[in-house]
C-alpha cells in the first residue's frame, strides 16, 4: 500500500507509545509506576457524573449541532467571559471531542505550504506535528531553563517573518510548569497586532496554576479578533476519557472550524457536551482539591530530584509536571527514560515534547505522594 507522503511529517505523542510499553512489562508481571501520562489520578466529581447520566436519560444521545449544543456553549461563554473579564459570546465557542482537535482545526484553517508558526519548544508535541503535517514551517522558540522556561520575547521577535502566521502560546506549560509573566505576554501581543499574526493560547491547565493567577494574551485590548482560546475539561475536572474541550474563536474562524468539525467529528458527543454544563456551574471544590495535592506532590519531586546525584529541578509553577535537568547523570534523556522504565518507573524523556527537550525528563505528578516518593527512590538507586 502507498500511504500519504504527508504522513511521514505527522508526528505523535509518545506519552501514549511509553504508556503502551510499561502495560506490556506489566502484563509480563513487572510493578510499574506511572509518571508518563498527563491525566490526573482522580475520579470525575460525582455530580458531573450523575449529569451525563441523567442526560442519557433525557434522550441526549443523538447527533448534535457541528460547533456544539447552544445552551452549553452559552454556558462555557459565561464561563470564559469571567475568566477573562469581557463578554465572550456563544457564537465564537466551538465545542470539540477534547480539546486537542482545536489545535487540529486551528492549524488546518490557518496554514498553507509555507506559512510559518512560531511554537514553544519544549512543547506539546501535537504542536510542531500538525504544523509538519500541513506543510507548514515549524519554527520553534526555545523554552530555557535559566529563564524559568519561559521565552525570550525577544527572541520571539526576531523569529518573525513577512511568513508568520500564527503564534502558539501555552501557560501553564506542558512539559514545563512554567508560567508566562503578564509584560511578556503584553509584549507579544504588541508583536502580533502590529505584524498582523493569529496567537493560539492553549490554556488547557490554566485552573491549574500553585501561587499566581491566569494571564491570558486574550485580555489586552482587541486580541479577540486574532487569538484563539483552547481550553477544556480534561485536566480542571479529571474528564480526560469524556473527550470534552473548546475553542473561543475569532469571529472569521467560526464557520470554517465548523465546516471541518462537519467534515470530521460531526459532533461532539451529546450527553458529554450536558455534564460541561454541570462541570462549570457545579461546585469547584474538588478542582480546588486536586491543586493542593498537587502542590503538595510538586513539592515532594522537586525535594526528591535535587536530592538525585546528577539531577536538578527547578519548582513549577504550575499544572502537574516537573522538567529535571538530567544533563549531569552523562546519560541522554532517552537513554535514561529507558532505564528507569526497565527499573520500574515509566516517564518521558525531554525530547518527547521537540529537540530542546535534550537533557531533561518529563514526570507527572498524577500519581500518589507514596508511589512518587517510591519513584524517587528507585531513579536515586539507578543513579548513584
Ligand atoms: C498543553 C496541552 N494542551 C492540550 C491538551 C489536550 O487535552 P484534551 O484533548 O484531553 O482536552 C493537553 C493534554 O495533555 C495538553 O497537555
Given at each position: 500500500?502507498?500511504?500519504s507522503?504527508k504522513?511521514?511529517?505527522?508526528?505523535?505523542e509518545?506519552?501514549f507509545?511509553?504508556?503502551?510499553?510499561?502495560?506490556k512489562?506489566?502484563?509480563?508481571?513487572?510493578?510499574?509506576?506511572h509518571?508518563?501520562?498527563?491525566?490526573?489520578?482522580?475520579e470525575t466529581?460525582?455530580?458531573?457524573?450523575?449529569?451525563?447520566?441523567?442526560?442519557?436519560?433525557?434522550?441526549?444521545?443523538h447527533?448534535?449541532?457541528?460547533?456544539?449544543l447552544?445552551e452549553?456553549?452559552?454556558v462555557i461563554?459565561?464561563?470564559?467571559?469571567?475568566?477573562?473579564?469581557?463578554?465572550i459570546?456563544?457564537?465564537?465557542?466551538?465545542?470539540?471531542?477534547?480539546?486537542?482537535?482545536?489545535?487540529?482545526?486551528?492549524?488546518?484553517a490557518?496554514?498553507?505550504?509555507?506559512?510559518?508558526?512560531?511554537?514553544?519548544?519544549p512543547?506539546?508535541p501535537?504542536?510542531?506535528?500538525?504544523?509538519?503535517?500541513?506543510?507548514g514551517?515549524?519554527v520553534?522558540?526555545?523554552?530555557?531553563?535559566?529563564?524559568?522556561f519561559n521565552?525570550?520575547?525577544?527572541?520571539?521577535?526576531?523569529?518573525?517573518?513577512?511568513?508568520?502566521?500564527?503564534?502558539?502560546?501555552?501557560?501553564?506549560?506542558?512539559?514545563?510548569?512554567?508560567?508566562?509573566?503578564?509584560d511578556d505576554?503584553?509584549?507579544i501581543?504588541?508583536?502580533a497586532?502590529?505584524?498582523?499574526?493569529?496567537i493560539?493560547?492553549?490554556?488547557?491547565?490554566?485552573?491549574l496554576?500553585?501561587?499566581?493567577?491566569?494571564?491570558?494574551?486574550?485580555d489586552f485590548?482587541?486580541?479577540?479578533?486574532?487569538v484563539?482560546?483552547?481550553?477544556?475539561?480534561?485536566?480542571?475536572?479529571?474528564?480526560?476519557?469524556?473527550?470534552?474541550g473548546?475553542?473561543?474563536f475569532p469571529?472569521?474562524?467560526?464557520e470554517?472550524?465548523?465546516?471541518?468539525?462537519?467534515?470530521?467529528?460531526?459532533?461532539?458527543?451529546?450527553?458529554?457536551?450536558?455534564?460541561?454544563?454541570?462541570?462549570?456551574t457545579?461546585?469547584?471544590?474538588?478542582?480546588?482539591?486536586?491543586l493542593?495535592?498537587?502542590k503538595?506532590?510538586?513539592?515532594?519531586?522537586?525535594?526528591g530530584?535535587?536530592?538525585?546525584k546528577?539531577?536538578?529541578?527547578?519548582?513549577?509553577?504550575?499544572?502537574?509536571?516537573?522538567?529535571?535537568?538530567?544533563?549531569?547523570?552523562?546519560?541522554?534523556?532517552q537513554?535514561l527514560?529507558?532505564?528507569?522504565?526497565?527499573n520500574?518507573?515509566a516517564?518521558?524523556?525531554?525530547?518527547?515534547?521537540?529537540?530542546?527537550?535534550?537533557?531533561?525528563?518529563?514526570?507527572?505528578?498524577?500519581?500518589?505522594?507514596?508511589?512518587i516518593?517510591?519513584?524517587?527512590?528507585?531513579?536515586?538507586?539507578?543513579?548513584?
Amino acid at each position: 500500500m502507498k500511504l500519504s507522503t504527508k504522513l511521514v511529517r505527522l508526528g505523535t505523542e509518545t506519552a501514549f507509545e511509553v504508556l503502551a510499553k510499561a502495560k506490556k512489562l506489566e502484563s509480563q508481571g513487572k510493578k510499574i509506576i506511572h509518571l508518563e501520562i498527563g491525566e490526573p489520578d482522580f475520579e470525575t466529581p460525582d455530580h458531573i457524573k450523575s449529569a451525563a447520566k441523567k442526560a442519557l436519560d433525557d434522550g441526549y444521545t443523538h447527533y448534535g449541532p457541528s460547533p456544539g449544543l447552544m445552551e452549553v456553549r452559552e454556558v462555557i461563554a459565561d464561563h470564559q467571559s469571567s475568566v477573562h473579564g469581557k463578554k465572550i459570546s456563544p457564537e465564537n465557542v466551538i465545542i470539540t471531542p477534547g480539546a486537542k482537535p482545536i489545535m487540529f482545526f486551528s492549524i488546518m484553517a490557518l496554514i498553507d505550504q509555507g506559512d510559518e508558526v512560531i511554537y514553544p519548544n519544549p512543547g506539546f508535541p501535537i504542536y510542531e506535528s500538525m504544523i509538519n503535517y500541513v506543510g507548514g514551517k515549524a519554527v520553534p522558540v526555545q523554552l530555557k531553563e535559566e529563564r524559568g522556561f519561559n521565552a525570550d520575547v525577544d527572541q520571539i521577535e526576531s523569529l518573525i517573518s513577512s511568513k508568520t502566521k500564527l503564534i502558539i502560546l501555552n501557560s501553564p506549560n506542558n512539559p514545563c510548569g512554567s508560567v508566562m509573566d503578564k509584560d511578556d505576554i503584553r509584549r507579544i501581543a504588541k508583536i502580533a497586532s502590529g505584524n498582523d499574526i493569529v496567537i493560539l493560547t492553549d490554556e488547557v491547565y490554566k485552573d491549574l496554576y500553585f501561587d499566581d493567577v491566569h494571564e491570558s494574551v486574550f485580555d489586552f485590548d482587541g486580541m479577540e479578533n486574532r487569538v484563539i482560546i483552547l481550553d477544556g475539561f480534561s485536566k480542571s475536572y479529571a474528564m480526560t476519557g469524556w473527550r470534552l474541550g473548546y475553542g473561543v474563536f475569532p469571529n472569521e474562524m467560526v464557520e470554517p472550524v465548523s465546516r471541518l468539525i462537519t467534515n470530521s467529528v460531526s459532533c461532539t458527543s451529546s450527553f458529554s457536551q450536558i455534564a460541561a454544563i454541570a462541570a462549570l456551574t457545579g461546585s469547584q471544590d474538588s478542582v480546588g482539591q486536586m491543586l493542593e495535592e498537587f502542590k503538595i506532590r510538586s513539592d515532594i519531586v522537586v525535594e526528591g530530584l535535587n536530592q538525585i546525584k546528577g539531577v536538578s529541578c527547578i519548582s513549577p509553577k504550575g499544572a502537574f509536571y516537573a522538567f529535571p535537568n538530567i544533563k549531569d547523570t552523562g546519560y541522554s534523556s532517552q537513554q535514561l527514560s529507558d532505564l528507569l522504565l526497565e527499573n520500574g518507573v515509566a516517564l518521558l524523556p525531554g525530547t518527547s515534547f521537540g529537540k530542546f527537550g535534550e537533557g531533561y525528563l518529563r514526570l507527572s505528578f498524577a500519581n500518589s505522594r507514596e508511589n512518587i516518593k517510591q519513584a524517587l527512590d528507585i531513579m536515586k538507586k539507578v543513579l548513584e
